[in-house]
């Protein structure tokens, strides 16, 4: 499809004459001989070009230039006048213009221009196409799934990530919390910025502080040098607080004025340090909870629960097992050398059933074990763990294997169902659907 131009210029001549050449260079042309009308046709129909003059009665050009970044902001303007000054380019220019042409035109040097300028304007768009992309790639390429608990989590990161707002990220163990971290932060603006993850439950107790704030030389015993802390090698990126539910009392009033005020102190220091990092904290347990048993600061949950991602368990998702397998199966064959071209269908039938109780990192394990182990081209029942296959009852089912995905939703539904009592709303809470879902589930399966 042409590229549109729309000419404004109130001398009919000039104008139609203008359009007669624009039109034979290739260009679809539609002309305006005044600024109101101009508005109303490039309100019709978003032209990439817009030729406008900039003395006319009524309407002025720079008028007509703001309208039209207000109307259609992606469109390219150009001014056209025989009354030339450096106020009125620079007056132009900021008005969002990105050329100022001076009549008598050049005809010539016009359609070069005209050429250049939409040649910009496709960059920009596949620059913004590109962007979004791979933004895109990025938070799929991990966050596997696609039940309705994936695409919401999916959802939610593509809002957050251009911002900086701390993020808490609940669910059980394995569910992937740091998966979602990361992708956080590669869909930030900053993704080759310092992503430094802090593993809470694992850092010995008296170097909590040290290790967090950093300290001086003679700080304490062994501090032969100044060490910059996590927050200071996080600078301008993320600091990823795993199980923060682990972090001492003590230290959670330090952690609080750090986010608070973005500075900390050195251990051994009385210098505050300016800090700039994004937090992004995780737990696998109930931090309301914490709270009432005097575990945890309220005002630090408020702090860092700016937004609350929740991820659900794999056993609540079993929609996504499959996709879950290709993804992994493919990384494992990858990294082990190992031909496997996919699961057959009995042994997908009881990792669809499996209980799950630590999540993808559990499915991950038994598949890169089932991996080293096997010896054919697909994983068969003899290729996954006795103790997996000897706790799963599969129902009898065809070899169909949309049938079988079906067949383990209905069950699946049932059990939850079960579990909240018969209480639909909460089943559909727990199974992360909205309640017209679910009675639409419910319908088809006959529950």
Same mark, same amino acid.
């Given at each position: 499809m042409s590229d549109l131009l729309l000419l404004i210029d109130d001398e009919d001549l000039f104008r139609e004459d203008l359009a007669s050449l624009l039109r034979q260079e290739g260009f679809a042309c539609r002309t305006a001989s005044s600024g109101e009308e101009g508005l109303r046709v490039a309100e019709e129909e978003i032209p990439?070009?817009?030729?406008?003059?900039?003395?006319?009665?009524?309407?002025?050009? #720079?008028?007509?230039? =703001?309208?039209?970044?207000?109307?259609?902001?992606? *469109?390219?303007?150009?001014?056209?006048?025989?009354?030339? @000054?450096?106020?009125?380019?620079?007056?132009?220019?900021?008005?969002?213009?990105?050329?100022?042409? #001076?009549?008598?035109?050049?005809?010539?040097? #016009?359609?070069?221009k005209v050429r250049r300028c939409l040649e910009h304007r496709r960059l920009r768009q596949e620059v913004r196409y590109l962007r979004r992309h791979l933004s895109e790639v990025s938070v799929g390429t991990n966050l596997v799934g696609k039940s309705p608990a994936m695409i919401a989590a999916r959802s939610?990161?593509?809002? &957050?990530?251009?911002?900086?707002? *701390?993020?808490?990220i609940t669910g059980e163990s394995g569910t992937g919390k740091e998966v979602v971290a990361r992708a956080i932060h590669e869909s930030g603006p900053g993704p080759e910025r310092p992503f430094v993850a802090v593993n809470c439950a694992a850092l010995p107790r008296d170097l909590f502080e040290s290790e967090l704030f950093g300290h001086v030389r003679g700080a304490y015993t062994g501090a032969h040098r100044d060490k910059a802390g996590f927050f200071e090698v996080a600078e301008g990126g993320t600091l990823f607080l795993d199980e923060i539910s682990e972090l001492p009392l003590d230290l959670q009033p330090k952690l609080l004025r750090?986010?608070?005020?973005?500075?900390?102190?050195?251990?051994?220091?009385?210098?505050?340090? @300016?800090?700039?990092?994004?937090?992004?904290?995780?737990?696998?347990?109930?931090?309301?909870?914490? &709270?009432?048993?005097?575990?945890?600061?309220?005002?630090?949950?408020?702090?860092?629960?700016?937004?609350?991602?929740?991820?659900?368990?794999?056993?609540?998702?079993?929609?996504?097992?499959?996709?879950?397998?290709?993804?992994?199966?493919?990384?494992?064959?990858?990294?082990?050398?190992?031909l496997v071209l996919g699961v057959d269908h009995e042994a997908m039938r009881v990792l669809m059933a499996a209980p799950w109780p630590g999540n993808v990192r559990e499915l991950d394990n038994v598949l890169e074990r089932s991996v080293l182990l096997s010896e054919g081209?697909?994983?068969?029942?003899?290729?996954?763990?006795?103790?997996?296959?000897? *706790?799963?009852?599969?129902?009898?089912?065809? =070899?169909?294997?949309?049938?079988?995905?079906?067949?383990?939703?209905?069950?699946?539904?049932?059990?939850?169902?079960?579990?909240?009592?018969?209480?639909?709303?909460?089943?559909?809470?727990?199974?992360?659907?909205?309640? @017209?879902?679910?009675?639409?589930?419910?319908?088809?399966?006959? #529950?």
């Amino acid at each position: 499809m042409s590229d549109l131009l729309l000419l404004i210029d109130d001398e009919d001549l000039f104008r139609e004459d203008l359009a007669s050449l624009l039109r034979q260079e290739g260009f679809a042309c539609r002309t305006a001989s005044s600024g109101e009308e101009g508005l109303r046709v490039a309100e019709e129909e978003i032209p990439d070009i817009v030729l406008c003059d900039l003395i006319m009665p009524g309407m002025g050009g #720079l008028d007509v230039v =703001d309208g039209l970044a207000k109307l259609c902001p992606e *469109t390219c303007v150009m001014v056209l006048t025989a009354y030339g @000054s450096m106020e009125t380019a620079v007056e132009a220019f900021r008005k969002g213009a990105v050329d100022y042409i #001076l009549k008598p035109v050049v005809q010539q040097d #016009l359609v070069l221009k005209v050429r250049r300028c939409l040649e910009h304007r496709r960059l920009r768009q596949e620059v913004r196409y590109l962007r979004r992309h791979l933004s895109e790639v990025s938070v799929g390429t991990n966050l596997v799934g696609k039940s309705p608990a994936m695409i919401a989590a999916r959802s939610t990161i593509q809002k &957050i990530a251009s911002a900086e707002s *701390t993020v808490l990220i609940t669910g059980e163990s394995g569910t992937g919390k740091e998966v979602v971290a990361r992708a956080i932060h590669e869909s930030g603006p900053g993704p080759e910025r310092p992503f430094v993850a802090v593993n809470c439950a694992a850092l010995p107790r008296d170097l909590f502080e040290s290790e967090l704030f950093g300290h001086v030389r003679g700080a304490y015993t062994g501090a032969h040098r100044d060490k910059a802390g996590f927050f200071e090698v996080a600078e301008g990126g993320t600091l990823f607080l795993d199980e923060i539910s682990e972090l001492p009392l003590d230290l959670q009033p330090k952690l609080l004025r750090a986010i608070e005020l973005q500075e900390i102190t050195r251990v051994g220091s009385t210098r505050p340090i @300016s800090i700039h990092a994004r937090i992004i904290a995780t737990t696998n347990r109930d931090l309301k909870k914490e &709270i009432t048993e005097g575990r945890f600061r309220e005002d630090l949950y408020y702090r860092i629960r700016v937004v609350e991602l929740t991820l659900s368990p794999l056993r609540e998702r079993r929609e996504d097992i499959p996709l879950l397998v290709e993804h992994l199966l493919n990384r494992h064959h990858s990294r082990l050398k190992r031909l496997v071209l996919g699961v057959d269908h009995e042994a997908m039938r009881v990792l669809m059933a499996a209980p799950w109780p630590g999540n993808v990192r559990e499915l991950d394990n038994v598949l890169e074990r089932s991996v080293l182990l096997s010896e054919g081209e697909f994983l068969t029942l003899s290729d996954l763990p006795p103790e997996l296959t000897g *706790t799963v009852t599969c129902p009898s089912l065809s =070899d169909d294997f949309r049938a079988a995905v079906r067949a383990y939703e209905r069950e699946h539904i049932r059990q939850v169902l079960a579990a909240s009592g018969g209480n639909r709303e909460e089943a559909a809470r727990r199974l992360g659907v909205n309640a @017209s879902t679910l009675y639409r589930r419910l319908k088809e399966f006959g #529950l």
